[in-house]
């Protein structure tokens, strides 16, 4: 999974370090372009729904969040 | 209409002494408390600089900063926000630009501001703040005040790749706010929103419709703008009843799905600007929020932020096209031909504007603003400045009018105004990289770079942060291996707007 994500990240933002920003969100580094383009692309790769109310920087300040989110939505499924 | 902003913040004060002024997350700041503030600063400032002089402010998103703003109109001098987050090498071209005796920076801000390498005098406004105020010597400078003073020059893309500082008088502003404040009707009991970075021009309402009303801000912090849930439980709690935010902030909601488990409950008067509004983007918005009023505002920067405005007096249709509207009181707009002469009503011609809203020009730029600031051709009589947007519109039967994109490479994108050739210019300066074009693909708001050389992608993405601020680097790297030419040698867009498909 984490391959995966990174494929999408790195196609969204090839400038940023994303193994090592944790404060993806709290520090500005992604904008909220960036967020309309992740949000549908992982919907799209994980067969997930992502609602406004997961839109929290905790699920989007690093790519632990984003995967902790991906699990709990794909189980929820 | 008072033209003063002094008179007028200390009008306000007198009348709302404890009321608050402006708030964000961490605190509020009363129009008592911003007026004192502002004659400290400006008490303080004043023994360091002359009247009618820039000073360059570089300070974070909070409620100190208007006040900074302010306090340097008490100094009889006019500022230059600079946003922080920008790339050094663009807030020293600004600088260099500018070339001011002051650069006035919060003590957050103080070490970036020191790494630009700047040689005049970096002043903390923190300290400023705690000057003594000079009654008698801010009396003096006010007296000799001139309507027509320089307020502020706001940095916007320039096309030759050196942003361009738009000089805006004190008389145009308060013309614009006086203007706004009728169309929206804003009082003292409005708490508005506010969403624009605070050194773009889109923040001068949130900045002085308080001083002009009485009315109250709150600075949304910007990382709430991805996170609808946490946006609307903020508007709510702040009780916010009014807006003037970018169109992109909207499309953004209406994509993330906002209102699936929330409103802004308080929400009433919504202004959208800086780019065209998709009808679908609206009408989700009106579903939601069916008592709002809905004003689409059309203009730019070098007109005090605006021309005109159209009020929506129905449910839009999904693919339903916005029109700009009419003029704002006390601006002239009309349309003209490039060969100077009246464009007939229903013909596309270029908007040109007139009225004491127009900017003084560009700030150090007299052969640019020469060009861009012109004798009105319809004007043999007196002398009349206009300037020319650069936009195409329609008039329709009547007297509306409609927007019908522009005449050259400038874009806006993301509630910016970007000129791509600006994007050329830098990527050009890469090794790697011979020629380079960006387009813009409007359906889904994607700057591309079109490029010949050996550069990757992600070198490129590296280096143009490190120049250009966020929403000018291009989102979609295509290397090619020959651009498309036309017979004269130029690039050939027509060819390269087929590739982005």
């Given at each position: 999974m984490k391959?995966?994500?990174?494929?999408i990240?790195?196609?969204?933002r090839?400038?940023?370090?994303?193994?090592?920003?944790k404060?993806?969100?709290?520090?500005?580094?992604?904008?909220?372009?960036?967020?309309?383009?992740?949000?549908g692309?992982?919907n799209?790769?994980f067969?997930?729904d992502?609602q406004?109310?997961?839109?929290?920087?905790?699920?989007f300040?690093?790519?632990?969040?984003m995967?902790a989110l991906?699990?709990?939505l794909?189980?929820?499924? | 209409?008072?033209i003063?902003?002094?008179r007028?913040?200390?009008?306000?004060?007198?009348?709302?002494?404890?009321?608050?002024?402006?708030?964000?997350?961490?605190?509020?700041?009363s129009?008592g408390?911003?007026t004192?503030?502002a004659?400290?600063l400006g008490?303080?400032?004043a023994?360091?600089?002359?009247?009618?002089?820039?000073?360059a402010?570089?300070?974070?998103?909070?409620?100190y900063?208007p006040?900074?703003?302010l306090?340097?109109?008490?100094a009889?001098?006019?500022?230059a926000?600079?946003?922080p987050a920008q790339?050094?090498?663009?807030l020293?071209?600004?600088?260099s630009?500018?070339?001011?005796?002051?650069?006035?920076?919060?003590?957050e801000?103080?070490e970036?501001?020191r790494?630009?390498?700047?040689?005049?005098?970096?002043?903390i406004?923190?300290?400023?703040?705690?000057?003594?105020i000079?009654?008698?010597?801010?009396s003096?400078i006010?007296?000799?005040?001139c309507?027509?003073?320089p307020?502020?020059v706001?940095?916007?893309?320039g096309?030759?790749?050196?942003?361009?500082?738009?000089?805006?008088?004190?008389?145009?502003l308060?013309?614009?706010?006086?203007?706004?404040?009728?169309?929206m009707?804003?009082g003292p009991?409005?708490?508005l929103?506010?969403?624009?970075?605070?050194?773009?021009i889109?923040?001068i309402?949130?900045?002085?419709?308080?001083?002009?009303t009485?009315?109250?801000?709150?600075i949304?912090?910007?990382?709430?703008?991805?996170?609808p849930a946490?946006?609307f439980r903020?508007?709510?709690?702040?009780?916010?009843t009014?807006v003037?935010?970018s169109?992109?902030v909207?499309?953004?909601?209406?994509?993330?799905?906002a209102?699936?488990e929330?409103?802004?409950?308080?929400l009433?008067?919504?202004c959208f600007?800086?780019?065209v509004?998709?009808g679908a983007?609206?009408?989700?918005?009106?579903?939601?929020?069916?008592e709002a009023k809905f004003?689409?505002q059309?203009?730019?920067?070098?007109?005090?932020?605006?021309?005109?405005y159209?009020e929506?007096d129905?449910r839009?249709a999904?693919?339903?096209?916005?029109p700009i509207?009419?003029?704002?009181?006390?601006y002239?707009?009309?349309?003209?031909?490039d060969?100077?002469?009246p464009t007939?009503q229903?013909?596309i011609?270029e908007?040109?504007?007139?009225g004491?809203i127009?900017?003084?020009?560009y700030?150090n730029?007299?052969?640019?603003s020469a060009?861009?600031?012109i004798?009105d051709?319809?004007?043999k009589a007196?002398n009349?400045?206009i300037y020319?947007?650069?936009?195409?519109g329609?008039?329709?039967?009547?007297?509306?009018?409609?927007?019908?994109?522009r005449?050259?490479?400038q874009?806006?994108?993301l509630?910016h105004?970007v000129?791509l050739?600006?994007?050329?210019s830098?990527a050009?300066r890469?090794?790697?990289?011979?020629?380079a074009?960006?387009?813009?693909?409007?359906?889904k708001?994607?700057?591309?770079?079109?490029y010949t050389?050996?550069?990757?992608?992600?070198?490129?993405?590296?280096?143009?942060?490190g120049v250009?601020p966020?929403?000018?680097?291009?989102?979609?790297?295509?290397r090619?291996?020959?651009?498309p030419?036309l017979?004269?040698?130029k690039?050939?867009?027509?060819?390269?707007?087929?590739l982005m498909k």
């Amino acid at each position: 999974m984490k391959e995966q994500l990174m494929e999408i990240l790195e196609e969204i933002r090839p400038d940023v370090d994303f193994e090592n920003e944790k404060q993806l969100i709290t520090d500005s580094v992604l904008d909220s372009f960036d967020i309309v383009s992740l949000v549908g692309a992982l919907n799209d790769e994980f067969d997930i729904d992502i609602q406004v109310g997961n839109l929290v920087p905790d699920n989007f300040n690093s790519i632990e969040g984003m995967m902790a989110l991906i699990e709990k939505l794909q189980q929820e499924d | 209409m008072e033209i003063n902003i002094l008179r007028q913040l200390e009008r306000t004060a007198e009348r709302f002494k404890d009321k608050n002024a402006y708030s964000d997350p961490e605190g509020s700041l009363s129009f008592g408390r911003l007026t004192e503030l502002a004659k400290r600063l400006g008490s303080g400032l004043a023994e360091k600089l002359p009247p009618r002089s820039p000073a360059a402010v570089m300070t974070g998103r909070n409620i100190y900063t208007p006040a900074v703003f302010l306090g340097i109109v008490y100094a009889g001098c006019f500022y230059a926000p600079m946003d922080p987050a920008q790339p050094e090498s663009r807030l020293k071209d600004i600088l260099s630009v500018l070339m001011p005796q002051v650069l006035i920076a919060d003590r957050e801000n103080a070490e970036t501001a020191r790494r630009l390498g700047f040689e005049g005098e970096l002043l903390i406004a923190e300290e400023l703040f705690e000057s003594d105020i000079n009654e008698q010597r801010l009396s003096l400078i006010a007296r000799s005040a001139c309507a027509d003073d320089p307020l502020y020059v706001i940095f916007t893309s320039g096309s030759t790749g050196k942003p361009k500082g738009v000089i805006t008088s004190m008389m145009s502003l308060m013309t614009y706010i006086d203007a706004y404040q009728e169309v929206m009707g804003i009082g003292p009991e409005d708490v508005l929103g506010n969403q624009s970075p605070l050194d773009y021009i889109a923040a001068i309402r949130d900045i002085y419709l308080p001083v002009m009303t009485g009315a109250s801000m709150f600075i949304i912090p910007k990382q709430y703008f991805m996170m609808p849930a946490e946006l609307f439980r903020t508007m709510n709690e702040q009780r916010i009843t009014a807006v003037g935010w970018s169109v992109s902030v909207f499309t953004i909601a209406v994509k993330l799905k906002a209102f699936k488990e929330a409103r802004p409950e308080y929400l009433k008067k919504i202004c959208f600007s800086g780019s065209v509004m998709p009808g679908a983007t609206l009408r989700a918005w009106q579903d939601a929020l069916p008592e709002a009023k809905f004003v689409n505002q059309y203009g730019p920067t070098e007109c005090t932020a605006s021309c005109t405005y159209h009020e929506i007096d129905h449910r839009v249709a999904d693919d339903e096209e916005i029109p700009i509207g009419k003029p704002y009181r006390n601006y002239r707009v009309f349309l003209l031909n490039d060969d100077g002469t009246p464009t007939p009503q229903g013909e596309i011609g270029e908007i040109c504007v007139a009225g004491p809203i127009l900017a003084l020009g560009y700030y150090n730029a007299p052969e640019l603003s020469a060009k861009s600031f012109i004798q009105d051709p319809l004007n043999k009589a007196y002398n009349e400045l206009i300037y020319k947007t650069g936009d195409h519109g329609r008039l329709r039967e009547d007297g509306v009018l409609e927007f019908r994109g522009r005449k050259d490479r400038q874009i806006k994108h993301l509630g910016h105004r970007v000129e791509l050739t600006e994007i050329d210019s830098a990527a050009m300066r890469i090794e790697g990289i011979e020629e380079a074009c960006a387009m813009y693909l409007k359906e889904k708001e994607l700057i591309f770079l079109f490029y010949t050389g050996t550069a990757a992608p992600k070198e490129i993405a590296v280096y143009l942060r490190g120049v250009l601020p966020g929403f000018m680097v291009p989102r979609k790297f295509e290397r090619l291996d020959k651009m498309p030419k036309l017979p004269n040698g130029k690039i050939s867009m027509q060819a390269l707007k087929e590739l982005m498909k």
